[in-house]
Nanobody, 125 residues
Framework: QVQLAESGGGLVQAGGSLRLSCAAS????????MGWFRQAPGREREFVGS????????RYADFVKGRFTISRNNAKNTVYLQMNSLKAEDTAVYYC??????????????????WGQGTQVTVSS
């Protein structure tokens, strides 16, 4: 079992930045690929970005490329989502997720085994 806890959400003005963190506990963190998803009110959950177990490979949704960066620190059992140039449409609950034993990042929510509770990000225009 893996437990995931997101933090770092909040209210920010458009054009601002936030860094989300996801702390993992349980099984060896370095054996998990990690991902970030988001869900806005009235919309389906959507992929934001993911990172391989080693941190050497990442993939992003087109709408965040160049603005968001995902990274991880395996020594701290933490994955991060740096969000820059935020827009009002980035407002959502952001979730981190983990999948065991997968070396390459994936964009499919169904591939992930564990999910955090989410952290709210609100961008005011």
């Amino acid at each position: 079992q893996v437990q995931l806890a997101e933090s770092g959400g909040g209210l920010v003005q458009a054009g601002g930045s936030l860094r989300l963190s996801c702390a993992a506990s349980g099984r060896t963190f370095s054996t998990y690929a990690m991902g970030w998803f988001r869900q806005a009110p009235g919309r389906e959950r959507e992929f934001v970005g993911s990172i391989s177990w080693s941190g050497g490979s990442t993939r992003y949704a087109d709408f965040v490329k160049g603005r968001f960066t995902i990274s991880r620190n395996n020594a701290k059992n933490t994955v991060y989502l740096q969000m820059n140039s935020l827009k009002a449409e980035d407002t959502a609950v952001y979730y981190c997720a983990a999948v065991f034993g997968r070396t390459n990042p994936t964009a499919r929510a169904d591939d992930f085994d564990y999910w955090g509770q989410g952290t709210q990000v609100t961008v005011s225009s």
